[in-house]
C-alpha cells in the first residue's frame, strides 16, 4: 500500500540535485597565500545512471592547487553530493565537478577521478560485478609553467 508513496520520496531524495547549483555549495571560500597541491582522497558517492535508472557508486579524488583561494574541504563533497544527486552519467558527474571547483577557486590547477561500480553493468546485460570504470577531468594551467598531468595523476592515485 505505501509503497507507491515511498518510492515516490526516495526519488525525490535521490534527485534533489536537479535544478540546484552545485557549485554554489563551495562557498566557504577564504584567501590564503597557500600556492602547493591540496589533496582529498575515497570520498564516497553514489549517483544513479540515466539510461537505465540504477545507480553507481565509488569512490571520488580531487587535487587542487590554489590561486590564492582556499575552501573548506566539506563544501567539495557538498558539490559533487549535489551533482550525483540527479540523473547523470559518470563522464558528466566528473566534468560537472571539476568545473563547478574551477569556477568558484580559479586554481592553478584542478583534477577529479571517479571510479565507480555500475550496477547496470554489474546486475544486468554484460552482468560483470566488480568492474570498475575510472572518468578524469583536469582543468587549468597543464603547460610549461603549471603541473604536468603525469604528477597529478600520482595525486590523484594516493
Ligand atoms: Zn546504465
Same mark, same amino acid.
Given at each position: 500500500m505505501e509503497t507507491p508513496s515511498r518510492v515516490s520520496e526516495m526519488y525525490t531524495e535521490l534527485f $534533489?540535485?536537479?535544478?540546484?547549483?552545485? $557549485? $554554489?555549495?563551495?562557498?566557504?571560500?577564504f584567501d590564503e597565500n597557500y600556492t602547493d597541491p591540496v589533496v582529498l582522497h575515497r570520498l564516497r558517492f553514489h549517483s544513479i545512471c540515466e539510461h537505465h535508472l540504477l545507480p553507481f557508486f565509488g569512490l571520488a579524488d580531487l587535487v587542487y592547487v590554489p590561486n590564492g583561494k582556499i575552501a573548506g574541504i566539506s563544501k567539495f563533497i557538498r558539490c559533487l553530493d549535489v551533482l550525483s544527486?540527479?540523473?547523470?552519467v559518470q563522464e558528466r558527474l566528473t566534468s560537472q565537478w571539476a568545473d563547478a571547483v574551477s569556477d568558484k577557486l580559479a586554481p592553478r590547477v584542478v583534477a577529479v577521478r571517479l571510479q565507480a561500480e555500475h550496477l547496470c553493468m554489474s546486475i544486468r546485460g554484460?552482468?560483470?560485478?566488480g568492474t570498475l570504470m575510472t572518468t578524469m577531468a583536469f582543468r587549468g594551467d597543464l603547460g610549461s609553467n603549471g603541473m604536468r598531468k603525469e604528477e597529478l595523476l600520482r595525486l590523484l592515485a594516493g
Open positions: $534533489s540535485g536537479i535544478g540546484k547549483d552545485a $557549485s $554554489s555549495e563551495i562557498d566557504a571560500i544527486r540527479r540523473p547523470q554484460v552482468e560483470k560485478p
